[in-house]
């Protein structure tokens, strides 16, 4: 249910820091996607965001590029996807997005897909390929399948232009996926006053929270980000993290050990 | 449209296709359901920059006077239609004729399409141009236009195809490109593509010199606009010559950027077959083959809905060719709909035929043809016998084959070369 989603933006004031945390699903394995996601989610992030591995990823840089590639080759499909949101719901009730390319999903059939992903415990959408302005039909066929129990979280890029803003007006549900900088995923986002201006601009123009991501890998750039959005998406920096844990072959208790030091620093980047 | 839409209903889900059109429903771009622009939010903007300057230089004289004298005076054009007489005397049946677009300037028919961009860039006020290349001919052909006009290149390049295409990656740093080797995935075309694209978001102000008739709109329209020059030149010329229209057209397919600007002119002429060939490899298995429209389905892949080669969850399928040019599992959105309307059909010719084509071509006629083109070649001689004397088949020969020698030399090893 997407109401999951609404409850954290809901009733608090606006530059408060929201959470959101990107993994890989099967990277490194299904049993560890489904471990982390409850770390996450036991380690105060607000929103999950859970990648779908597609072979060719346009938006995204080096490091999840890598990540989809090890979940592809250890067997991860969409079906098994919702198989893990099934199993994390289970016991969690943090907001789950699935962000995926289209193929994928045309190739799973939307309506099939749209249905189980709502049964498995889908909160909402974030489609890299799929402009908002192209997608308008395939939402409405999607409320017409689940109701507004799926939302579909749109993006705005420095480079949108004021009607494509305009086009989110009446978006109430979910938040506005903010990209720091023209480009894709990975890499340290700067944060200069044009960016930093164009955040606050969004304030006066959509009644959607603002979540900024792309490049987000520190605290500072947080600091400089508080009170001009409602959260931060990191991605990148924490697959990097949790890659280099499973590339140092650490196994068990150490393991445990390590993720539990990737939580907090994750946690830490909350202003 | 409801015949087309018919036959569609049998590969994919029709309600979703529906939907995927509305969002362009009643604009450009698209071809039947065929088509769009699936790109990250980024690029939306940048590609309505693109699609507007496109039309206003369509629309503006001194744009495709240009644009005109360029090809001429440049390029070599118009290229000769030729009678190939020995190849059809020894064939016995229809007469083959080729479109000589090997003797173009760089070699091959991109530039006819590097030139119309680059000076489409050059009139955006654009510095930096960026491109994909597999075989290396688009990214010869761009590294031209951008010496020609003065703009810095990049191209990018799979691992694999800057193996076997050597020749032409030197040729491309002696024009004063960058060629940015691609090293992930299949390391050819694809890859080539998604790090162009990659290039492209976070440089917003460079021009992306897309090289085949795919990709998110415009391209599939714009790159067969400056191809269609090809089918209006063989148009004009068969008539001239031949007094009337060829019976038969065929070009080899990868992105299908030759073929759709073969075929584009003569799409209403219900008289003349269009046969568009696609790289059968070594066989129908999958990985072995780039045969997108003979065998995929169709999907989203690097902005545009059209035919691709995808696994049951929508992966994109490794592809394999011996020709780099057509090692690619997507194809030209228009390719996707003249698939479903019947108007051309799509056959497959796989390596072994297409480097015997190579060979006869050369002995027969002491023309080497690129290893793509080799694939039209190699269908020709298979048709022409079977059909009379006063048939006309017309062959696009897209490019010449010195780039291919090093990779002719290694698939025949073993002295077949010197027979």
Not at chain 1, 212 to 222: A, D, L, M, P
Not at chain 2, 278 to 304: C, I, K, N, Q, Y
Request: charged content about 25%; some cysteine; overall charge negative.
């Amino acid at each position: 249910m997407s109401e999951r989603l609404e409850q954290v933006f809901q009733g608090s004031p606006r530059g408060l820091t929201r959470l959101v945390a990107y993994v890989m699903a099967g990277d490194p394995s299904y049993e560890m996607s489904l471990r982390r996601l409850r770390g996450l989610a036991a380690s105060g992030v607000d929103v999950l965001e859970l990648g779908v591995p597609f072979s060719d990823p346009m938006a995204d840089g080096p490091i999840i590029q890598a990540a989809g590639e090890r979940a592809l080759a250890g067997g991860m499909t969409l079906s098994k996807v919702l198989r893990l949101v099934r199993e994390f719901r289970r016991e969690a009730t943090t907001p789950l997005l699935l962000m995926s390319y289209l193929n994928p999903l045309l190739r799973y059939g939307w309506d099939q897909f749209v249905l189980d992903a709502v049964e498995s415990g889908v909160d909402g959408l974030i489609l890299p390929d799929l402009p908002w302005r192209e997608g308008q039909a395939l939402r409405e066929r999607t409320a017409e399948r689940v109701g507004n129990r799926l939302t579909f979280i749109p993006m705005v890029a420095q480079t949108s232009e004021e009607e494509d803003i305009q086009a989110l007006q009446d978006e109430k549900r979910g938040f506005v996926y903010v990209l720091s900088r023209n480009g894709i995923t990975g890499g340290e986002a700067e944060m200069p006053a044009q960016v930093r201006a164009y955040i606050a601009k969004l304030h006066e123009m959509l009644s959607l929270p603002r979540c900024v991501g792309f490049g987000i890998q520190k605290r500072e750039q947080v600091e400089v980000l508080a009170g001009i959005c409602e959260g931060v998406i990191v991605g990148s920096a924490l697959v990097d993290r949790l890659a280099h844990l499973d590339a140092a072959g650490l196994e068990g208790e150490g393991l445990r050990t390590k993720e539990a030091e990737v939580y907090t620093w994750l946690a830490g980047l909350k202003a | 449209m409801e015949q087309e839409q018919g036959k569609l209903m049998e590969l994919i889900d029709q309600e979703t296709l529906n939907d995927l059109m509305a969002g362009t429903r009643n604009g450009t771009g698209r071809f039947g359901p065929f088509g769009g622009a699936y790109v990250p939010e980024t690029l939306v903007p940048v590609l309505r920059e693109l699609e507007q300057a496109y039309q206003q230089a369509q629309r503006d004289e001194s744009f495709q006077l240009e644009l005109g004298d360029l090809l001429r005076d440049y390029v070599g054009r118009p290229s000769l239609f030729y009678e190939a007489r020995r190849l059809s005397e020894a064939l016995g049946g229809a007469h083959i004729y080729l479109k000589r677009e090997d003797l173009n300037h760089t070699g091959a028919h991109k530039i006819n399409n590097t030139l119309g961009q680059v000076l489409l860039a050059k009139r955006m006020g654009k510095t930096r141009v960026i491109a994909e290349t597999g075989a290396g001919q688009h990214g010869v052909a761009t590294a031209t236009a951008c010496a020609l006009f003065g703009l810095s290149c990049v191209i990018y390049m799979g691992e694999e195809d800057i193996r076997r295409q050597r020749l032409n990656v030197l040729r491309m740093r002696l024009l004063g490109a960058e060629v940015r080797a691609v090293s992930l995935g299949s390391r050819t075309l694809k890859d080539a593509i998604n790090e162009a694209l990659r290039d492209w978001v976070a440089h917003v102000d460079t021009f992306y010199c897309f090289g085949t008739a795919a990709g998110p709109h415009p391209f599939p329209e714009m790159v067969r606009d400056f191809q269609a020059v090809i089918g209006r030149e063989t148009r004009k010329q068969a008539l001239a010559e031949l007094g009337r229209l060829p019976d038969v057209l065929v070009a080899c397919v990868g992105g299908g950027s030759n073929a759709i600007g073969f075929f584009y002119p003569f799409l209403d002429d219900a008289s003349v077959r269009l046969i568009g060939v696609e790289a059968g490899g070594t066989g129908d298995e999958v990985g072995r083959h780039a045969a997108t429209l003979g065998l995929g389905s169709p999907g989203v892949l690097h902005g545009a809905y059209s035919y691709l080669l995808q696994d049951g969850d929508g992966q994109i399928r490794p592809t394999h060719s011996v020709s780099a040019g057509l090692d690619y599992p997507g194809v030209g959105p228009e390719h996707s709909l003249l698939k479903e309307t019947g108007r051309a059909e799509y056959v497959r010719i796989g390596d072994e035929d297409a480097v015997k084509a190579c060979q006869v071509l050369s002995r027969t006629e002491g023309i080497l043809p690129a290893l793509e083109s080799a694939h039209a070649v190699a269908y020709a001689l298979k048709m022409a016998p079977g059909l009379s004397q006063d048939k006309v088949i017309v062959v696009n020969l897209s490019g010449r084959g010195d780039k291919d020698v090093e990779t002719l030399a290694e698939y025949l090893e073993g002295g077949t070369l010197h027979e």
